[in-house]
Nanobody
Framework: QVQLVESGGGLVQPGGSLRLSCAAS????????IGWFRRAPGKEREKVSC????????MYPDSVKGRFTVSRDNAKNTVYLQMNSLKPEDTAIYYC????????????WGQGTQVTVSS
């Protein structure tokens, strides 16, 4: 069964850090670009990172640039999103998927992990 599972979310104070994991089972992540998206209540979905299958192309929107870092460990079949200097506006459910456009109907997505940044 093809599955992606996010983990690592939680409650953190402003300025804190979290590392999210996106673990794959049933298939190999090596061949896929992986996108991290987030959705906050009342807001549209936002892409927060994309890493190509060969790690050559990595993108971040201005809202997280310099604070978020995406990486992959193919041996563990896992992609990570390191989030530093977190702000309350980073509060959202974070999802990973085998798609960086968010529009691929055949992409696999995880169930999401909640990140809450609050004092």
């Amino acid at each position: 069964q093809v599955q992606l599972v996010e983990s690592g979310g939680g409650l953190v104070q402003p300025g804190g850090s979290l590392r999210l994991s996106c673990a794959a089972s049933g298939f190999t992540l090596d061949y896929y670009a992986i996108g991290w998206f987030r959705r906050a209540p009342g807001k549209e979905r936002e892409k927060v990172s994309c890493i190509s299958s060969d790690n050559v192309t990595i993108m971040y929107p201005d809202s997280v640039k310099g604070r978020f870092t995406v990486s992959r460990d193919n041996a563990k079949n896992t992609v990570y999103l390191q989030m530093n200097s977190l702000k309350p506006e980073d509060t959202a459910i974070y999802y990973c998927g085998t798609d960086c456009t968010g529009e691929d109907p055949f992409a696999s997505w995880g169930q999401g992990t909640q990140v809450t940044v609050s004092s």
